[in-house]
Structures are given as structure tokens and as C-alpha cells.
């Protein structure tokens, strides 16, 4: 702790008790009963509590449609149904899911948040083409996993804060434009009355804030990329 500030606008939020989430998804071939469905503050979408036949209990990402005494399952030869693991080897063209993992064995990766589906475009070699939320294409590997459905809690987007304190509570603090600024604090302060800032929206460090691409241009992942997200 050097008393920097690393990242603006953040801090004071409420505390939050951190939920284990299993992304993994790991327990294959064991049934496993819906036993509630909760909220979790540190994500978008709801989380389900699930315990397996053997007696554990996790908590798992909520697919929209997924109801208390549901049962899922993760294996290979699951059905289609919400809440279900499969590799994406096994799934069907078309199916809505989430919970994506990149890497075999990591984890869901892409795709948790409230509202969320990626769609199986089709499969080729030892890839299948995903079309994520974003619009992108990426190429990601048959035996990776994914998760059935897709991701509950869809009102979340119209969801108004309704009073600046909602969001004291998420722990995100005031932000001052800069064109509101002086000249010595942001790239766009001062000028005469009320300005615009007298050229294109920067940082306060002076890079573009509008449509700069910051993705590494060799970075190795880019040649699963298909077609970039719009």
C-alpha cells in the first residue's frame, strides 16, 4: 500500500461475504438437486446451491429457467437441458450456453454475467465456432466445457439505481468530467465559460478515450479470432 491510487472511482462500497462459484463444473456423472436460488453482490447474475448425490454442495452460476428440486447433471452425454456441463463436442449447434471455458480443466471463463448467452455456430476439426454476446466468432476447443442455457436474471440490465447512494453502495465513486476541470488536472480543462475541451476525449493521461484499440496486436490468442466483436 503506497496511498496511490490504482484505479479511480472506486472504494467504500458495502462489505461483501465472497461466494465460492464452481465454474469448473468438475463433479462429472454425479447428479446434483437445486436446492435455492440466491443473490450473490459480487456478480450480475443469480447463483444457484446445488447438492450431489454424494452428499457436497456448491454453488453454480443460475441459468434462466433453472427452479428449486431441478436436477442437473455435467457429463458428456447429458441431455440439453439448463444447467447441464457438456463438453462442447457434445452440444448441438444452435444451443444457448454459458459458463464457457477456454482452456480445458480452468473453468468457465467467458459468458457469467446476468443475461448472457453465446450460441455454437459450427464445428470444425477439433474447434467449434462460438459467437459470443459481443458479436465475436472465436474458435475454442471441442473438449472445453460450457454450461446449458442461458444466464438468469435478465431484468438486470433495466435495473435503474434509483439515488446516487446505490451507487456509494457497489463502491463506485463520483466521477468528474474533464472538460469540468482545470488545465493542470486533465487534458480537457480550462478554456473561456463553458467549453468543450478544444479536441478529441482523452484521458487524463492523454490517450484516446473514444475507440482506441488496446488489445496487443500480436497477442497470441488472436488467431482463434474469427471475426472481432462490432
Known amino acids: 500500500m503506497h496511498g496511490r491510487i490504482t484505479v479511480r472511482h472506486r472504494g467504500g462500497g458495502h462489505k461483501r461475504k465472497l461466494r465460492i462459484i464452481d465454474f469448473k463444473r468438475e463433479k462429472e456423472n454425479i447428479p446434483a438437486r437445486i436446492l435455492s436460488i440466491e443473490y450473490d453482490p459480487n456478480r450480475s447474475s443469480r447463483i444457484a446451491l446445488v447438492q450431489y448425490e454424494d452428499g457436497e454442495k456448491r454453488y453454480i452460476i443460475s441459468p434462466l429457467g433453472l427452479r428449486v428440486n431441478d436436477k ?16 462442447l463436442g457434445s452440444i448441438f449447434p444452435g444451443t ?13 471463463q467467458l459468458v457469467r454475467s446476468a443475461g448472457g448467452a453465446a450460441i455454437i455456430m459450427a464445428k470444425e476439426g477439433n474447434f467449434a465456432q462460438v459467437k459470443l454476446p459481443s458479436g465475436e466468432i472465436r474458435k475454442i476447443a471441442l473438449e472445453c466445457r460450457a454450461t446449458i442455457g442461458q444466464v438468469g436474471n435478465i ?6 439505481l ?13 466521477s468528474v468530467r474533464g472538460v469540468a476541470m482545470n488545465p493542470v488536472d486533465h487534458p480537457l480543462g480550462g478554456g473561456e465559460g463553458k ?10 493521461w ?12 500480436n497477442k497470441a490468442s488472436a488467431k482463434y479470432i474469427l471475426r472481432r466483436r462490432g
Open 195 to 204: 467549453s468543450s475541451g478544444g479536441r478529441h476525449p482523452v484521458s487524463p
Open 155 to 160: 431484468e438486470y440490465e433495466g435495473l435503474s
Open 96 to 108: 444457448p450456453i454459458h459458463n464457457i471455458e477456454l482452456i480445458k480443466g480452468k473453468g468457465g
Open 72 to 87: 442437473i447433471i455435467a457429463s458428456a452425454t447429458a441431455e440439453m437441458k439448463a444447467g447441464n456441463s457438456l463438453p
Open 162 to 174: 434509483g439515488k446516487a447512494g446505490k451507487s456509494r453502495w457497489l463502491g463506485r465513486r463520483p
Open 206 to 217: 492523454g490517450k484516446s478515450a473514444k475507440g482506441l484499440r488496446t488489445r496487443k496486436k
